[in-house]
């Protein structure tokens, strides 16, 4: 088995390697990397962030959001915990079309665990515990001809964190997409030498899994400027992120001093479909064209205010403040 030792701190930088590494080198052999991220929330492949994020407290503590290519559920990662990815060729012939099968690689992962003497299992499909606290998600997609499969370890992540991050304000959105379930986790530090910090238990999982003498494989120049603009060209762009939610739709009120203002919005892949204005407030503008005016537009309150901005600089309902409106459409998100 190969191993990529790696030192960045970015999400986006990662899944652009596991695509780069699947799409554009030919592997000859099964390859395994151990990575690190600072404050992220990672959505899978078809998830909806309207949905799974509390996306005010991640906008307020500046928290990292992507999506990466494989499915699954959203997770939270820091310098707390690592992730690690396997990428392994594809069998070629009539067992090209085989299903996804975590089993080979968690296997892996269990066994290097519990000879450093930490019980963890195999919790469901696709995750790992000890003593029935979730401890380790996993995933996995086909590209081309290779395999990915990756996944977390809490090693001492902030779980206190995690809960505010992945816990969706109440707000009113209907979506089509898959949620999360919330399980119970718990750190592996809880099951180290005292003495273990995230390093130390990394370097011992490495050589579980790979063995005292690796077969390192290494990056080229030529092979990072590839990495890097996979990177900026889609992990850290916004249709990436926003624009592969699935299909929502959401209804938001607020009571202010012109009156009762209740939106109702439609969104597909991340842009506004349909928008209505309902309530009993007053108003000297024809809203139909406004509603009309906003098909089409990211649902992004930037994108929704530099609209505002440019088109109806004046206040469209007595008493309610632009910005009102905007903040109304937004609420809880």
């Not at 503590?61 to 690592?82: E, K, L, M, P, Y």
């Not at 099951?191 to 899994?209: G, H, N, Q, R, S």
């Not at 063995?211 to 850290?236: C, W």
């Amino acid at each position: 088995m190969l191993y990529l030792p790696t030192d960045s701190l970015d999400p986006n930088y990662y899944f652009a390697l596991e695509e780069y590494l699947m799409t554009q080198k030919a592997l000859k052999e099964d390859l395994f990397m151990i990575w690190q991220t600072d404050f992220t929330v990672m959505l899978g492949n078809y998830q909806n962030a309207y949905v799974e994020l509390n996306l005010p407290e991640l906008e307020k503590d500046q928290v990292a959001i992507t999506r990466r290519n494989t499915g699954g559920g959203t997770i939270f990662t820091d310098q707390g915990g690592w992730q690690y990815s396997f990428i392994s060729p594809r069998p070629q012939g009539n067992k090209r079309h085989e299903a996804i099968d975590f089993q080979r690689f968690m296997q892996s992962i269990i066994h290097s665990l519990n000879n450093l003497e930490i019980p963890a299992e195999m919790n469901s499909r696709n995750d790992l515990a000890i003593h029935g606290k979730k401890i380790s998600g996993n995933a996995q997609c086909f590209k081309g001809d290779y395999t990915l499969h990756h996944g977390s370890l809490l090693f001492d992540s902030d779980l206190s964190a995690m809960a505010c991050y992945l816990n969706p304000a109440k707000h009113k959105i209907i979506s089509k997409g898959i949620k999360s379930v919330k399980d119970r986790t718990t750190n592996i530090k809880n099951y180290c030498p005292d003495d273990w910090d995230a390093k130390t238990f990394k370097d011992a999982l490495v050589k579980e899994i790979i063995g005292e003498q690796p077969s390192y494989f290494h990056l080229s120049e030529e092979d990072e400027k590839a990495v890097q603009k996979i990177k900026q060209e889609k992990f850290e762009s916004w249709d990436w992120v926003f624009g592969r939610n699935p299909q929502f739709s959401l209804v938001n009120e607020a009571v202010l001093a012109g009156g009762l203002l209740k939106m109702h919005c439609q969104v597909e892949k991340g842009v506004i479909q349909s928008l209505v204005f309902e309530g009993d407030f007053f108003s000297a503008h024809d809203l139909n064209e406004v509603e009309e005016s906003l098909k089409g537009i990211s649902f992004n309150k930037e994108a929704v205010q530099n609209h505002f901005e440019k088109y109806y600089p004046q206040d469209l309902i007595h008493n309610i403040s632009n910005p009102k409106i905007i903040d109304t459409l937004f609420k809880n998100l």
